[in-house]
């Protein structure tokens, strides 16, 4: 019940969703987009009345089709891991430091026309994915994640775009291990609501030598009680940085606009 609640929160407030490699601006029709990125998120988790600091470190590729401008679907695949403190009502329990796993999921965006002089859009995004992370004393933390949001998107000049939005973030998570048994430890972010800025840089290229777009870009996020553990890393905020190139057009007639800028 709790994951259906969770995933129909994440299908009414992003309809769609997207991964930090996924450009925020619309590319379409019949366009593809691959990017590489990492993400470093440091967040507040709770586990019954427990609570800790923990980290998700996520990398990998991203792929996404455009079948019309304003809409795109894509898959990403990758590695992640998941890492926490010991609760501090109890110390002496072990820290989970786990390596990194496989992981993937699902992601979209819509976008909607130009406006405000062909500069500025809006746009809701979101994600839906899966890791299974384990540390040494073989403790099995499962993960469904899920990321939706809305925000604004500017261009600050003709290669250089400014994003500003807020989402939601929540992590619907299980441990097993050989005396716990699945589903009896259920845990969760306790801050999943955060604000996003981002950049996205398009640089100049020779159609005549290079028909698609390479682009670049980072986002930050962060949430109230925003800082740095000195173990873990940033705490509840997050870093990622992805590099990547969309395609020209992949049938149909060629056309774009002569001031097409992303």
């Not at 002496?92 to 026309?113: H, M, N, R």
């Not at 972010?189 to 640089?203: A, C, D, V």
């Not at 949430?223 to 940085?241: F, Q, R, T, Y």
């Amino acid at each position: 019940m709790k994951q259906i609640i969770f995933l129909a929160g994440f299908i009414l407030s992003s309809a769609l969703a997207f991964p930090p490699a996924g450009p925020l601006t619309d590319y379409g029709p019949a366009k593809m987009a691959g990017a590489i990125f990492f993400d470093h998120s440091g967040q507040d988790i709770f586990e019954g009345a427990e609570e800790t600091e923990s980290i998700l470190n996520t990398g990998g590729f991203h792929l996404s089709y455009a079948p019309f401008k304003m809409v795109q679907l894509g898959l990403y695949v990758g590695g992640a891991e998941f890492d926490h403190h010991a609760p501090a009502n109890k110390p002496d329990t072990a820290y989970f430091d786990s390596e990194f796993k496989i992981t993937g999921g699902a992601t979209g965006k819509l976008v909607s026309p130009h406006f405000l002089y062909d500069k500025a859009r809006v746009f809701v995004y979101g994600m839906a994915g899966y890791l299974e992370a384990k540390d040494t004393y073989q403790n099995v933390r499962q993960l469904n994640v899920y990321q939706s949001g809305i925000g604004f998107q500017f261009q600050i000049m003709k290669s250089l775009n400014a994003a500003l939005g807020f989402e939601a973030f929540f992590i619907d998570g299980n441990q097993a291990n050989t005396s716990v048994g699945l589903g009896e430890n259920p845990f969760g972010i306790n801050t999943p609501y955060r604000g996003m800025i981002s950049l996205e840089y398009y640089p100049k290229t020779y159609r005549d030598l290079w028909e698609n777009q390479p682009f670049f870009s980072i986002t930050v996020r962060g949430a109230p009680g925003i800082g740095l553990d000195n173990n873990l890393g940033l705490k509840n905020a997050s870093i990622a940085v992805s590099v990547g190139m969309i395609t020209n057009f992949l049938y149909g007639k060629y056309k774009e606009r002569e001031d097409e800028t992303f």
